[in-house]
């Protein structure tokens, strides 16, 4: 079976940062799109950013000069940097994962999800 679960979520003041992890079994992070997602409460979940088989990256522009995704190929496993955080940013994150060369900043675009990790910005 597939499994994604993240990890490095956790509490922190504004300006802070944090870095999440995506580990992967049953599933290869080199080969294929993934991508990060949060969902902040009473809110929809929103496209944060992605990482294409070739490597490129796309991030939200409410994140664009703050967050950066990667990914390592030997340790099968997908990251997401976060700098200068602050309390928009509050939200459940989730990993996701697509198939079949599929890749984009839409829900659609991946079939696998992680169980998601909170992140709390404090003011």
């Known amino acids: 079976q597939v499994q994604l679960v993240e990890s490095g979520g956790g509490s922190v003041q504004a300006g802070g940062s944090l870095r999440l992890s995506c580990a992967a079994s049953?599933?290869?992070?080199?080969?294929?799109?993934m991508g990060w997602f949060r969902q902040a409460a009473g809110k929809q979940r929103e496209w944060v950013s992605y990482i294409s088989y070739y490597g490129t990256t796309r991030v939200a522009d409410s994140v664009k000069g703050r967050f950066d995704v990667s990914k390592d190929a030997a340790k099968n496993t997908l990251y997401l940097q976060m700098n200068s955080l602050n309390p928009e940013d509050t939200a459940i994150y989730y990993c996701?994962?697509?198939?079949?060369?599929?890749?984009?900043?839409?829900?659609?675009?991946?079939?696998?999800w992680g169980q998601g990790t909170q992140v709390t910005v404090s003011s």
């Open positions: 996701a994962g697509g198939v079949g060369g599929i890749c984009g900043g839409q829900e659609t675009s991946f079939t696998y």
């Open positions: 049953g599933y290869t992070v080199s080969r294929n799109c």
